[in-house]
């Protein structure tokens, strides 16, 4: 039995040490690539000195909670009474700061101060993961590997300008880093140094962090002055067809259409543009996005980040819950039945993509177009009663 048992602990420790060397080696092959990019060779060892691919990188690749988690459960998660208490706590500690960046770049602080919370919980969780291990795990194993690469390489050039050192280069499985979690791409592209030390290091200086959020939002064309959107009520007998991103109108004709704030107040700037969103379908809230809602996005493609974002700002600002309360009925999908809708969805020529579980724009658009088939209301929200009618048409 001993010498079973230790045989065993020989063939795990054989197979660790393969692995180790196979992925010393994929180090050992990027170097050309990185050198290309201008990476010095002695800024590259270091960087990799000791590292190995990062177990829990892989893990969390396959599970974003934006996609995974009913909207209503991660908005509400987001949007906690603890994230309110200490967003009203960092907006009074850093009121100078916040007014120098509002100032500069025109973004709200709100908006500022709530991406901070959403991200990092206000700094309190800059994340576990060595950078450059975690971007090197998913190019090493194939996950995300075009991205990790590119993503690998820029986190490199940060090493080397000096901008942080290696031990606080902390940040998400992906590869988000600072305060605000900003990937290597948009971090070289948008971050900046407000605190005037000549580094930009959204890690350890919060001035660099905000800044480079607002910043960011204001070259992705945050408008001034402008809200995200509205919670709405909608006619019984609304057209199918409204719903949807895409789907774009000025708010006055939304109002001609029946469509109404849900305090009752008139909408501001009539000619303003917005889509009806119904994340949970017409039993749950239902909003009206506007361009900064869109803005939004470009940090996090997910509506249900946008909307947490958006309402957490609002929330901060005083505004008080959503009128309407979110679904709470079994119409939910679990992981299992999210992968059999898209296989569904699949067989019927609605949708081209992965079958893995995660509803994001492909399987929404699936499934508004399986809605606009069916004569149903075209919300895109995947219910149980929705994988229902496919099952009995596959």
């Known amino acids: 039995m001993l010498a079973s048992l230790f045989a065993v602990s020989l063939l795990g420790?054989?197979?660790?040490?393969?692995?180790?060397?196979?992925?010393?080696?994929?180090?050992?092959?990027?170097?050309?690539?990185?050198?290309?990019a201008g990476i010095r060779r002695d800024?590259?060892?270091?960087?990799?000195?000791?590292?190995?691919?990062?177990?829990?990188?892989?893990?969390?690749?396959?599970?974003?909670?934006?996609?995974?988690?009913?909207?209503?459960?991660?908005?509400?998660?987001?949007v906690s009474d603890k994230r309110l208490q200490t967003g009203h706590e960092m907006l009074i500690q850093h009121k100078p700061l916040l007014d120098a960046i509002e100032n500069k770049y025109g973004v709200d602080r709100h908006i500022v101060v709530a991406i901070w919370g959403v991200e990092t919980?206000?700094?309190?969780?800059?994340?576990?993961?060595?950078?450059?291990?975690a971007l090197a795990t998913l190019a090493y194993r194939g996950v995300k590997a075009k991205f990790a690469r590119q993503q690998l390489i820029q986190a490199l050039k940060i090493l080397q300008r000096g901008d942080v050192s290696r031990q606080y280069m902390?940040?998400?499985?992906?590869?988000?880093?600072?305060?605000?979690?900003?990937?290597?791409?948009?971090?070289?592209?948008?971050a900046v140094d407000f605190d005037g030390?000549?580094?930009?290091?959204?890690?350890?200086?919060?001035?660099?962090?905000?800044?480079?959020?607002?910043?960011?939002?204001?070259?992705?064309?945050?408008?001034?002055?402008?809200?995200?959107?509205?919670?709405?009520?909608?006619?019984?007998?609304?057209?199918?067809?409204?719903?949807?991103?895409?789907?774009?109108?000025?708010?006055?004709?939304?109002?001609?259409?029946?469509?109404?704030?849900?305090?009752?107040?008139?909408?501001?700037?009539?000619n303003d543009q917005a889509a009806l969103f119904a994340p949970e379908g017409k039993n749950g809230p239902i909003f009206l996005t506007l361009h900064n809602f869109r803005v939004?996005?470009?940090?996090?493609?997910?509506?249900?980040?946008?909307?947490?974002?958006?309402?957490?700002?609002?929330?901060l600002m005083g505004y008080g819950p959503f009128a309407h309360s979110w679904?709470?009925?079994?119409?939910?999908l679990s992981l299992e039945q999210r992968k059999e809708l898209q296989t569904r969805l699949l067989h019927v020529g609605l949708l081209d993509g992965e079958v893995d579980g995660v509803i994001g724009p492909a399987t929404l658009s699936a499934v508004k177009a399986y809605q606009r088939q069916k004569g149903?209301?075209?919300?895109?929200?995947?219910?149980?009663?929705?994988?229902?009618?496919?099952?009995?048409?596959?």
Do not use: C
């Open 13 to 36: 420790s054989t197979v660790q040490a393969s692995a180790a060397q196979s992925f010393q080696a994929w180090v050992e092959s990027f170097w050309p690539t990185a050198q290309a």
């Open 296 to 315: 939004i996005l470009r940090y996090n493609q997910a509506p249900s980040y946008a909307l947490a974002v958006g309402h957490l700002a609002d929330r």
């Open 376 to 394: 149903l209301n075209v919300d895109g929200f995947p219910s149980m009663t929705l994988l229902k009618m496919l099952r009995a048409d596959t």
């Open 170 to 190: 902390s940040g998400s499985w992906a590869g988000a880093m600072g305060h605000t979690q900003f990937i290597p791409t948009t971090y070289q592209a948008y």
């Open 197 to 270: 030390d000549g580094r930009r290091n959204i890690w350890q200086s919060l001035p660099d962090a905000l800044g480079s959020t607002a910043a960011y939002l204001k070259v992705s064309g945050w408008r001034p002055g402008h809200t995200w959107g509205y919670e709405v009520t909608v006619p019984s007998n609304m057209n199918t067809s409204a719903y949807g991103a895409k789907n774009l109108k000025t708010l006055s004709t939304w109002e001609r259409m029946g469509v109404r704030r849900i305090n009752g107040a008139p909408f501001p700037r009539p």
């Open 327 to 332: 679904p709470t009925d079994e119409n939910h």
């Open 43 to 78: 800024v590259y060892v270091s960087a990799f000195q000791g590292v190995s691919p990062d177990a829990e990188v892989i893990e969390s690749a396959t599970y974003q909670p934006e996609y995974k988690r009913p909207v209503g459960e991660y908005v509400d998660r987001l």
């Open 121 to 133: 919980s206000y700094g309190d969780n800059l994340g576990e993961h060595y950078v450059i291990a």
